[in-house]
């Protein structure tokens, strides 16, 4: 067995326990997110913010809240997925936390408008019927650094507005055989430890 090998092995297992990954879930998830569980596996500090993804103001009252007094450090990421990629999006230059974003829903007056009236299950795992509102604001400070994950078969979010909006800022990853949710995560995987080591 090499030094060579040992080193590696090593910087593996230190990336896994030191790496501190802040999961957005998408519209009508929670704290039970399939996505947030697979990233969970591998990379075992990972925290999901739980939010109420029916609605703006409340959801945005509970991030104000969960981010008071929070302090992040160079290998703390953000993953934000369809419409946790627009909070992710919106909180990452604020904080300067590095951000992952997989087919996310920069344009939720448009996307949601399709589930008004609809029962989703709520952050809380309750029923809640969806009230669609023109609320959610354009994130105009785009200067920090974000990877994109892309489906190119993505029947929920138009991912030409992303390469619109991001397209200056963000390196993007497309993925051919992929829709809205992923089902091979280990691109997004690949690509944690890269750049949470990036600073360093």
């Given amino acids: 067995m090499t030094l060579c090998f040992i080193m590696e092995k090593r910087k593996e297992i230190l990336d896994q326990d030191v790496i501190k990954i802040y999961y957005f ?4 998830s929670g704290g039970d997110s399939s996505t947030a569980a697979s990233i969970k596996r591998v990379y075992p500090r990972t925290e999901v913010i739980v939010y109420d993804t029916t609605d703006y ?25 369809s419409l946790g990629g627009y909070w992710a ?3 990452c230059s604020q904080f300067g936390v590095q951000t992952i974003l997989i087919n ?5 007056n448009s ?36 990877v994109v994950f892309i489906g190119e078969k993505d029947e929920v979010v138009d991912y ?12 993007f990853v497309y993925l051919p055989n992929e829709g809205h949710s992923l089902k091979d995560l280990s691109p997004v995987l690949d690509m944690i430890p890269k750049m949470a080591n990036s600073f360093t």
């Fill in 104 to 108: 996310p829903g920069l344009d939720p």
């Fill in 25 to 28: 879930h998408g519209f009508g």
């Fill in 89 to 91: 999006n919106r909180f």
């Fill in 111 to 146: 996307s949601l408008r399709k589930y008004d009236g609809e029962e989703v299950t709520g952050y809380d795992g309750k029923k809640k019927t969806h009230r669609h509102k023109d609320n959610y604001i354009d994130v105009k400070d785009r200067i920090y650094p974000r």
């Fill in 160 to 171: 030409k507005y992303t390469e619109k909006m991001l397209k200056d800022h963000s390196q």
């Fill in 57 to 81: 103001e409340k959801a945005l009252a509970q991030f104000k809240e969960f981010f008071k007094g929070k302090r992040f450090d160079y290998t703390d990421l953000f993953i934000g997925s």
